[in-house]
């Protein structure tokens, strides 16, 4: 199969690659982030606590 490499089919494949480059990128965000919500520890009462103060204060 010999395909000509003229502009519009070089453009083309440029396209394409950074297409499956950016889906790639993607899903491996998507795993990673799951793997680290699943490694999440539940926070201790004093944890929380703190958290939503400074939620709090950064809200109001």
Not at 31 to 39: C, D, I, V, Y
């Amino acid at each position: 199969m010999n395909v000509p490499l003229n502009s519009p089919t070089v453009s083309l494949l440029i396209v394409g690659f950074f297409f499956v480059v950016l889906q790639v990128w993607w899903i491996r965000s998507l795993l990673f982030r799951n793997s680290a919500r699943q490694k999440a520890q539940p926070l201790s009462t004093q944890q929380f606590r703190k958290d939503l103060e400074r939620i709090f204060k950064n809200e109001f």
